[in-house]
């Protein structure tokens, strides 16, 4: 696979504060990737790099072989940008935006004929073009934002929360679309939906204080960014019932485990618990069960979603020494939802 875009040690500084402080990445040619990040991680002002709008103060990037700040105009002929607000004209009709779009980036007519024909049906809409925007759903907003971005036929494709505000049904056609259009081109998908990222896309990035934390696909980087195996339990009581207490304290003191989170348990009478550890425990917590008179209702191995992993890697310091503290035979930990 060939690298369409490199990024080495990017930094970007306002004032003494520093949005980005020497983040690498490449990406390849064919690639969905979910650009994820908390608020003020560097996202934006990477995609703005990227796109042209900003200039870095350290390090540099090429897109598609054109270096972002010296060749500026070659790079933004490659890429088609969509950012969280569609740059749309509810006034114009769905054919006549595009058609100014395509005025915009010096395409003839006969050019921008095929290209509305192509990209209306690529994106869905051709049923739309003599409609107003202001009179569409907001999920057909998007896809006219979506074909404005294909107009030129770019190799790569920006998108910034390209979901943000639709229903449950509009949110499925527009991932359906993305990962269609992702077949034929390369994509950066930046998002706070995480199980967006889980259904769309091939690998993640994300990125925290202005530092990459975490770069893999995206099966990968929930097992092995995950910090080890993780296990569900629910106990009964047998010959004898301990206090959830003591038992998660127990829990808690089998070899290889990191953390401990009371769960909810189907029956008044059974104790759940997720287990964090650095291996699979399950032999371990059925030895316990058996050595403690309990009984197992459930003993199975779970997949980290991608949603804890981000929470993990992007935790601020107070919330990581909470759960520390939380881990090592604090009160009954209930973990937080982001």
């Known amino acids: 696979m060939s690298a369409m875009i490199e990024v080495r040690d990017l930094a970007r500084t306002y004032g003494s504060f520093h949005a980005l402080a020497g983040v690498s990445f ?19 002002t990477t995609m703005k790099i990227l796109t042209g709008f900003l200039s870095p103060t350290g390090g540099g990037a090429k897109v598609a072989g054109f270096d972002v700040v010296s060749q500026s105009l070659e790079v933004r002929r490659r890429i088609g940008y ?5 740059p749309i004209y509810a006034e114009m009709r769905v054919m006549d935006y595009l058609d100014f779009i395509g005025r915009v980036r010096g395409m003839a007519q006969a050019e921008r004929v095929t290209a509305i024909e192509r990209t209306a049906a690529e994106c869905d809409i051709t049923d739309r073009l003599h409609q107003p925007v202001g ?19 770019p190799p790569i494709l920006i998108l910034d929360e390209p979901t943000s505000g639709l229903d449950p049904n509009q949110i499925l056609a527009i991932r359906n679309l993305i990962r269609r259009i992702g077949r034929s081109r390369t994509v950066i998908l930046s998002t706070h939906i995480l199980q967006e990222v889980q259904a769309t896309c091939d690998r993640v990035l994300i990125l925290n204080r202005g530092q990459i934390v975490a770069d893999a696909p995206t099966e990968q980087i929930q097992s092995a960014q995950a910090g080890g195996a993780l296990v569900k339990v ?7 019932r301990l206090g959830t207490p003591a038992l998660r304290a127990l829990v808690a003191a089998v070899p290889g ?9 189907e029956e ?16 371990e917590l059925f030895d316990l069960a058996v050595t403690q008179g309990l009984r197992v209702w459930e003993l199975t191995k779970e997949r980290s979603t991608l949603e804890e992993v981000f929470r993990r890697l ?14 090592h035979g604090g009160a009954d930990q209930v973990e937080p939802r982001s």
Do not use: C, M, W
């Open 135 to 153: 009179t569409l759903s907001k999920g057909y907003r998007q896809r006219v934002g979506l074909a404005q971005a294909l107009l030129h036929q």
């Open 268 to 283: 008044a009478d059974q104790q759940a618990f997720e287990v964090l550890a650095a291996h699979d425990v399950r032999k």
């Open 82 to 86: 969509l950012p969280e607000s569609a």
């Open 234 to 240: 629910v106990f009964g009581a047998g010959t004898v």
């Open 314 to 327: 992007t935790g601020s310091a107070e919330e990581k020494a909470e759960a520390d503290q939380g881990d």
């Open 257 to 265: 485990v990191t953390r401990v989170t009371e769960q909810t348990a």
């Open 26 to 44: 490449t990406i390849n040619s064919g690639e969905i990737v979910g650009f994820l990040g908390p608020n003020g991680a560097g996202k934006t």
